[in-house]
C-alpha cells in the first residue's frame, strides 16, 4: 500500500487528512493530486513522523542536509543541526552522514525529529565497500540493494536514487567538454563505477525491484540528478537535459506502479534559464513534484551561497519547483555548524515564501497582510512573532534604546508611518 495507490481507489487516508488541514485544501482536492503523482507524502509505513505534502498547490518546503563526514563524525553536533534546522522551518530533513557507524547515527536523527526523513543509500554502500578496503569502482551491486531494503526497513522516509545515469550517457559525458564534469557524489560513485566495470547502472537496470521495495514500504523515490550542473558554464547541457528525459520515463514507470516519485533538479544556473528549466521538467515528467538544490545563480560568491541560493529558489518556485534544497554559508567550503544550518534554513524560507506569495498561495498572503499591519501599528511584539527569525530583529530594536514605540532609529521623529498615522 502507499499513499497513491489508496489515492487511486479514493480512499482518505489519515496522513491525507493531517495535509489538507495543514495546508487549508480540501481533501477531495489532495486525493486528486496525490493519485495524479503531483503531490507526494513521504511517509514510510514504517516510520513515525508526521505527514507533510510536497508539490502542486502546496507551501514551498524546505529541506535541510545534515550529516557526519570521515573527517567530522560528532552525531550530537549533527542531532542538534536537525533539531534547529526544524525549529527554524525546515519541513525535511537528509542524513546525508558518511562518517562511523551511520545505522546508529541515522535512528538518532530520525528519533530526534519528526519531520520526512531522506537519505543517499549509495553513500552507505560506499562507506561498506572502503571499510573492506576495496574502492568505489568496486562496489558489490548487492551491497547498494542490501542497503536500500535496510534503511527501507529502517523508517526511511524518502531516497535519493541516482537511476537516470546510463551507460550510454557516461560515455557522451567522458567525451564532453564540461567544465565541471560531475559534480554530484552519488553520481561520481556511479559514473565511475560504469566506467570501470563498463556495465550499465544497476539502479537503472533493476529500476523494477526499487519499485517493488518502494511500494512496499511506500517509499518516496526522489530521483537524483546526478549529472546536475556544478558551475554555470555546464548550465542546461546536454548531460542534464539527457538525464532529465530519461529520468521523466522513470518517473512515469513509478508513477504506473503507484510508487509516489519525485525528481531532483539543478545546481547552478544563470537567472535567465531557470524558468525554462522548471517548466521542461515538469512537462517531461508529468507534473512530479520537483526538487531543486538552489539553484545558485552566480559562481562567485563563496561564504554567501545561501543568498546566491535563495535568489535562485524563489524564482524556481515561482515557475514550479516545490521543495527546496536549503544551501548554507559553508557550501563548497566545509561541514556547516549550527549558526550556518540557522542560516541556511531562514535563506531557504524566505525564498519559498517569495515564490508562494507570487503563486498567490492565500495563506501566504494572509501572513504578509498580518506583518502590514503590525507594522502600521507599531506592534513590535506581533512583527518579532511573523519573522522567520524572532531573535535577530528583537536585538536589532532593543540595540535602538528608544523611549517611544512609535519610532525606530533610521527614521526617528521623522518617521513615514508615525506621521501620517490616522491621515491614511
Given at each position: 500500500m502507499t499513499q497513491k495507490s489508496e489515492a487511486i481507489k479514493?480512499?482518505?487516508?489519515?496522513?491525507?487528512?493531517?495535509?489538507?488541514?495543514?495546508?487549508?485544501?480540501?481533501?477531495?482536492?489532495?486525493?486528486?493530486?496525490?493519485?495524479?503523482?503531483?503531490?507526494?507524502?513521504?511517509?514510510?509505513?514504517?516510520?513515525?513522523?508526521?505527514?507533510?505534502?510536497?508539490?502542486?498547490?502546496?507551501?514551498?518546503?524546505?529541506?535541510?542536509?545534515?550529516?557526519?563526514?570521515?573527517?567530522?563524525?560528532?552525531?550530537?553536533?549533527?542531532?542538534?543541526?536537525?533539531?534547529?534546522?526544524?525549529?527554524?522551518?525546515?519541513?525535511?530533513?537528509?542524513?546525508?552522514?558518511?562518517?562511523?557507524?551511520?545505522?546508529?547515527?541515522?535512528?538518532?536523527?530520525?528519533?530526534?525529529?519528526?519531520?520526512?526523513?531522506?537519505?543517499?543509500?549509495?553513500y552507505e554502500a560506499g562507506v561498506a565497500t572502503l571499510s573492506k578496503s576495496k574502492e568505489i569502482i568496486e562496489m558489490d551491486e548487492e551491497e547498494i540493494f542490501k542497503t536500500i531494503e535496510e534503511q527501507a526497513k529502517e523508517g526511511v522516509d524518502f531516497m535519493t536514487l541516482h537511476c537516470g545515469i546510463t551507460h550510454d550517457l557516461v560515455d557522451k559525458i567522458e567525451k564532453s567538454k564540461?567544465?565541471?564534469?560531475?559534480?554530484?557524489?552519488?553520481?561520481?560513485?556511479?559514473?565511475?563505477?560504469?566506467?570501470?566495470?563498463?556495465?550499465?547502472?544497476?539502479?537503472?537496470?533493476?529500476?523494477?525491484?526499487?519499485?517493488?521495495?518502494?511500494?512496499?514500504?511506500?517509499?518516496?523515490?526522489?530521483?537524483?540528478?546526478?549529472?546536475?550542473?556544478?558551475?554555470?558554464?555546464?548550465?542546461?547541457?546536454?548531460?542534464?537535459?539527457?538525464?532529465?528525459?530519461?529520468?521523466?520515463?522513470?518517473?512515469?514507470?513509478?508513477?504506473?506502479?503507484?510508487?509516489?516519485?519525485?525528481?531532483?533538479?539543478?545546481?547552478?544556473?544563470?537567472?535567465?534559464?531557470?524558468?525554462?528549466?522548471?517548466?521542461?521538467?515538469?512537462?517531461?515528467?508529468?507534473?512530479?513534484?520537483?526538487?531543486?538544490?538552489?539553484?545558485?545563480?552566480?559562481?562567485?560568491?563563496?561564504?554567501y551561497d545561501h543568498i546566491t541560493g535563495a535568489i535562485g529558489g524563489a524564482i524556481a518556485a515561482a515557475s514550479g519547483a516545490d521543495f527546496l534544497c536549503y544551501v548554507t554559508p559553508a557550501e563548497h567550503l566545509s561541514l556547516p555548524n549550527l549558526e550556518d544550518v540557522k542560516e541556511g534554513v531562514i535563506a531557504s524560507k524566505i525564498a519559498a515564501e517569495a515564490a508562494d506569495v507570487a503563486n498567490g498561495l492565500e495563506s501566504s498572503w494572509a501572513r504578509e497582510k498580518e506583518m502590514a499591519i503590525a507594522r502600521k501599528e507599531f506592534d513590535w511584539e506581533k512583527q518579532f512573532k511573523l519573522a522567520f527569525d524572532q531573535s535577530k530583529p528583537r536585538k536589532y530594536r532593543d540595540k535602538c534604546e528608544l523611549d517611544d514605540d512609535e519610532m525606530c532609529a533610521m527614521c526617528g521623529e521623522y518617521c513615514a508611518v508615525k506621521i501620517a498615522k490616522g491621515d491614511f
Open positions: 479514493g480512499n482518505i487516508t489519515t496522513e491525507m487528512e493531517s495535509v489538507a488541514k495543514k495546508e487549508n485544501i480540501s481533501v477531495d482536492k489532495l486525493v486528486k493530486l496525490v493519485a495524479e503523482g503531483k503531490v507526494v507524502i513521504p511517509k514510510n509505513i514504517n516510520g513515525k513522523t508526521e505527514a507533510c505534502g510536497i508539490g502542486k498547490g502546496l507551501k514551498t518546503k524546505i529541506n535541510a542536509n545534515i550529516g557526519s563526514s570521515s573527517k567530522i563524525d560528532d552525531i550530537e553536533l549533527e542531532i542538534n543541526k536537525a533539531k534547529l534546522a526544524v525549529e527554524y522551518g525546515a519541513d525535511a530533513i537528509m542524513d546525508l552522514s558518511t562518517g562511523s557507524d551511520l545505522k546508529t547515527f541515522r535512528r538518532k536523527i530520525m528519533d530526534a525529529v519528526d519531520v520526512p526523513i531522506g537519505t543517499v543509500p549509495i564540461r567544465m565541471m564534469g560531475v559534480v554530484s557524489r552519488g553520481g561520481t560513485f556511479l559514473a565511475s563505477w560504469i566506467l570501470h566495470n563498463q556495465r550499465e547502472n544497476p539502479l537503472y537496470e533493476n529500476y523494477d525491484y526499487i519499485l517493488e521495495l518502494a511500494y512496499e514500504h511506500d517509499i518516496t523515490l526522489s530521483l537524483g540528478d546526478g549529472l546536475r550542473p556544478g558551475c554555470l558554464a555546464d548550465a542546461s547541457d546536454i548531460a542534464q537535459i539527457q538525464e532529465l528525459v530519461t529520468l521523466g520515463t522513470l518517473v512515469k514507470r513509478a508513477q504506473d506502479a503507484n510508487v509516489q516519485v519525485m525528481v531532483e533538479g539543478p545546481g547552478h544556473m544563470p537567472l535567465n534559464q531557470i524558468k525554462a528549466n522548471m517548466e521542461i521538467q515538469k512537462t517531461i515528467c508529468n507534473g512530479a513534484p520537483f526538487y531543486v538544490l538552489g539553484p545558485l545563480v552566480t559562481d562567485l560568491a563563496p561564504g
